[in-house]
């Protein structure tokens, strides 16, 4: 059976023939320094929509059918359930049964590693700590940091993959027209829409 992303990657037969998802499901995109500068340091748009459309359409059609399924998986949505079967039809019993196992493995790893928070500490041997600790302790508050480790933890094991993007808030206004310091943010990121070049 030829290995192409048709209808028997959704059949029995990826399993069967040993090759479950595509070879190219799993790739850590690179794009080599000259070709990147050649297509990115002119600012000419076109070109730098064929390169993105490139990694898109890859993502797309290869990447992201499997990171999908294995989201289904930790979700309980096994394949089991989509395969076809005729005994409903001849009145026989239908004992199909999907196991819970990805996502019982996968809280159990991130209960193990992240059941106690993260501790950061100062490495200085000054007596005082500096306003940075001060800084990190506010942003980890605000972040909830505990909570979006055990995120980042759940979809690394669940997917292989996790992402976090950093932004800031809009800074606001004070009495005097001046503006405060924007806000830090952090967000996590399905890896279902996400890659890194």
């Not at 990826?14 to 990147?36: C, E, Q, V, W």
């Not at 490139?54 to 294995?70: G, W």
């Not at 309980?76 to 359930?81: A, E, L, V, Y």
């Amino acid at each position: 059976m030829p290995r192409t992303n048709d209808r028997w990657i959704w059949s029995r037969g990826k399993m069967l023939d040993g090759h479950r998802f595509d070879d190219d499901s799993n790739k850590a995109y690179t794009m080599p320094a000259d070709i990147f500068h050649n297509n990115f340091d002119n600012s000419d748009t076109g070109l730098i929509a064929q390169v993105v459309e490139k990694f898109l359409a890859h993502h797309y059609q290869y990447e992201a059918p499997r990171i999908a399924e294995l989201q289904r998986y930790y979700l309980g949505d096994n394949d089991i359930h989509y395969w076809r079967n005729d005994k409903k039809y001849l009145n026989r019993a239908d004992n199909r049964v999907a196991s819970g196992f990805p996502k019982f493995i996968t809280n159990m790893r991130v209960g193990y590693m992240m059941g106690k928070p993260i501790k950061m500490q100062w490495s200085d041997d000054s007596e005082t700590e500096p306003a940075i600790v001060d800084a990190v302790e506010e942003f980890n508050r605000m972040n909830d940091e505990t909570y979006h480790e055990k995120v980042m933890k759940t979809n690394l094991s669940a997917t292989g993959r996790a992402y976090e993007l950093m932004y800031t808030e809009q800074p606001t206004k004070n009495e005097d027209g001046s503006l405060n310091t924007a806000k830090v943010k952090m967000k996590a990121v399905d890896p279902l829409t996400a890659f890194l070049l």
